[in-house]
Structure formats: C-alpha cells, structure tokens
C-alpha cells in the first residue's frame, strides 16, 4: 500500500465527506496518514467518526510535512459533493500536492486532466493525475449476455433507502466478518470509494453509459466469480429506488440476479438528501421492503445508520423495527453483523449442494 493523505477542505465533517470517512475506517489499496483540514486541524479522525483509524488531521500540506519525516506518495480528493465539480476550495491543496510531485487521486465527475493548469503542473513535476470517474471507450463496455446464471454463489445486493446512508460501509463490515472466520467473501465496488479502499471488482455506476450500466454489473460479479471463487458476493448499491434525482437498484436486484436483499436505513433522514423541499419523503422500512420484494428477491436483514442517535436511542429502535418486521434489524458499527452470519451460511450451504447437483 502507498501512503496517502486526504483532502477535505473544512469539510471532513459535512455530508459530502464520505470518501474520506470511508477510508479512514480502512483501505486495502492506500495507507492513510493524514487528513488536510483546516477546520478540524489538530484533531483525530478517531475523535470524530465511528470506527475511523487514528488518522491525525493537519491544517495544510506544509504542517503535514513538518510533522512527517517521509512525504505522502498521493494525496486523495475525499469529497462527494452534488454534481461532482472539484471544490473551489480544494484547488489551491491540489496545486500544493502536484508541487511536490504527489500524485492525486479524483473520484468526483470533473476530472483532473481536464484542468489545463493541473496538466501542466503534474507534468512539470512528475506527477500523475488519477481520474476515477473517467469513463472506459466503447471497447471495453459490456452489454447483459445472461451469463450472471452461472455464478453459483450466494449474490446479496446492499440497498438503500436514500443514497448516503452507509451501504458501502455495510457491505465492508459483512465482508470483513465472514473473512475473520474462514468464509471467502468478495463485495462488488460500485462507486469511486470502493475503489479506493482496495476492492478488486466492480465498476464506477454513475460514469457508466446507461446502455452499459447492467453489462458492467454483470460482468464484474463474473469476473469475480471465476477468478477468485468467493463463497459469497455482496454488491454495493447506490443511491435508492425511489431517490427521484437518481434512482438505482434494480440492476442489483435483476441484472445481478440477487439471492437476497441488505436494506440500509437512516432512521432520523425524512427527506431525500438534499431535497427538503421536494415533496417526496422517504418511504419507511415496511414500504421499502414491500417495494423489493415485488421484485421477486427477499430482504435478509435491515442495517441501521444512527447518525443523530444515541446508542440507547437506536438500540431500542432496532428491537422495536425487529419485532415489527421479524428479521433481523442491526447497528454494524456498533453492534457488528455477527448476528447474520448463521443465515449466510445456510445461504452458502444451499448453493453448494445446488451446484453439486449439475
């Protein structure tokens, strides 16, 4: 893994900042060693996120340096913002990092190489610009072919009741528990984040022409399932199938050919994020679900996002929703996902013995 430090820009603790969050809870692909953030410099990421690593936060580029003997080899852009233009208030932190020859990595749609000066810069110091989001030529596009029948493992799709609630960070959580006790399990990137936390299959949904979108699902899982022979697939899903302003999920659900549905909630969000003024509220857990499986998949499990909860708070409301639904309703970051791990199994068993069958 290559050291790497974020950029945030004031804004570590907004809601656009889930790039960063996501990797100072883990990466497989770079090691974090710092945050440049001016607004919350001198703290730790430990202080302000759940299960964040102890990432030290920094007022500038130049402060990083003097407290570091060795240098970052990339900075990263951990911003997610609407539209996805690179922030006025990052550039200057960009044009810092290529000075001292750090690559930079962008996840968000306007992409580096488009920016005359930052081309220059970058070249003038032997710095490469990674652009994420840029979208593959024709010839490296899938369309759907129907070969997703001959996975023969178990495929759940983690869905969403509003996009930002946390579903990459679930299916996170349940692949590195069953990996802690022995059970091979693969989660499919569908986001720039992912990406950066090292999972190895999967592809950018929201930079992917629409024709392509179930292709490009299809094939990751294949992929993936051919090469490294997981016991179980988790795909991470995007935005909600009711999210007026981008709606997504039954690709996972149909193209995937899903074998059960994770449904991430955020309990205090009545709004879509960012239209509290669209007369369109989220749809409670009990209609969402009703929504899924009409598609002819059950949902396995509810997983609930506490932001701006107490633990007791949400604790008592994952008993309640549980005795309403009858299924299991967890906290993942606080209560881990132990709790489901007998139901993938079986999952896994069942698909076992079907395989051996043919």
Known sequence: MKDAIILTGGLFMSAYAK?????????????????????FAGMNASQLI?????????ESLNQFNLANSEKAAYCILGIANKGGLIPELLKPLIIDCLKEGIHVVNGLHQLLSSIPDFVHLAQENNAELIDIRKPKSF?????????????????????????????????RILVKALEQIGIHAEMIYTGQTGWMQGAKYGFIFDSTLNDFISGELEHAIYQCYTEVNPSIIFI??????????????????????????????????????????????????????????????KVLAVTVNTENMSLAEAESYAVALEQHLKIPVILPLE????????????LIEEHENIKHQY
């Open 19 to 39: 790039t960063a969050h996501g990797l100072c809870r883990g990466s497989e692909r770079f090691h974090i060693i710092g945050v440049i953030d001016e607004k």
């Open 50 to 58: 759940p299960s964040a690593r102890e990432i030290p936060i920094y």
């Open 139 to 171: 010839e490296q596009l899938h369309f759907w072919s129907g070969k997703i029948r001959n996975v023969k493992c178990p495929k759940i799709a983690v869905l969403g009741t509003d996009c930002a609630t946390g579903k990459r960070t679930t299916s």
């Open 236 to 297: 991470e899903g995007q935005s909600s199938l009711r999210n007026p302003s981008g709606p997504c999920g039954s690709e996972h659900i149909l193209s995937a050919g899903a074998d059960g549905v994770i449904l991430q909630i955020l309990p205090k969000r009545t709004h879509f994020k960012g239209m509290d003024d669209y007369p369109a509220l989220i749809p409670s857990a009990e209609e969402e679900i009703k929504l899924i499986e009409m598609y002819g998949v």
């Open 335 to 346: 209560q881990g996902v132990s709790r489901l791990i007998p139901n993938f199994r079986q």
